[in-house]
């Protein structure tokens, strides 16, 4: 797992045909699967075809300032800046389930939208994401767009709007995604909403 860290797909390549146990994990459960995703190594997902991995084991993971239970190699790679993690795993279909939620039902939609990943939203919205899936943590069953309007992710707000998804969906409070980016202080971005 350190390996991964360090990306340098020569390394893990020889530490793999030198008999490395590619399933092992540190203390949190973490594979070199998700550290592949968390430090956005490209280059050693496709070594990592070979091996018989569980693309959805879960994993504690911390995601911007939240911890999520529960998540897998996909919500990692949603969270990450590169969108090449997440479009490799979604282009091999390692999960058949693009809505798979963590024990708290973030999907990989609601991580690139809290972490204002836009280029992921849109990969995840064309793959068929559902964007009224409201993460259960959240009193106010705020869906993704909510998320990214709040806290004023113009790029992830705008995936939303170019897919067409329904930016009048309302929260638990009657509130739209524009009225809670006007409430925050999201001009742009509430603009955008209207």
Not at 26 to 35: A, M
Not at 37 to 62: I, Q, S
Not at 66 to 95: C, M, V
Not at 133 to 151: M, V, Y
Request: glycine share 6%; net charge neutral; aromatic share 6%.
């Amino acid at each position: 797992m350190v390996a991964a860290r360090t990306r340098n797909p020569a390394l893990i390549d020889t530490l793999l045909s030198h008999g490395a146990y590619p399933m092992a994990t540190d203390n949190n459960g973490w594979s070199i699967l998700h550290h592949a995703c968390e430090f956005g190594d490209v280059a050693v997902l496709p070594m990592l075809n070979r091996l018989t991995l569980d693309w959805t084991a879960t994993v504690r993971a911390k995601i911007g300032r939240k911890w999520l239970q529960g998540a897998t190699a996909l919500h990692i790679a949603a969270s990450h800046e590169d969108p090449r993690i997440l479009k490799y795993i979604l282009d091999n279909g390692y999960f058949s389930d693009i809505d798979l939620t963590t024990d708290f039902t973030q999907t990989a939609l609601y991580v690139a939208s809290y972490m204002g990943r836009g280029q992921n939203a849109a990969l995840l919205l064309v793959r068929g994401a559902d964007a009224t899936i409201c993460d259960s943590t959240n009193s106010l069953r705020r869906s993704p767009l909510h998320i990214a309007a709040g806290l004023g992710h113009q790029e992830a707000v705008m995936a939303f709007v170019d897919h067409g998804c329904d930016t009048q969906i309302k929260d638990r409070l009657g509130l739209t995604p524009e009225s809670v980016a006007r409430s925050k202080n999201h001009l742009d971005v509430a603009n955008i909403l209207k």
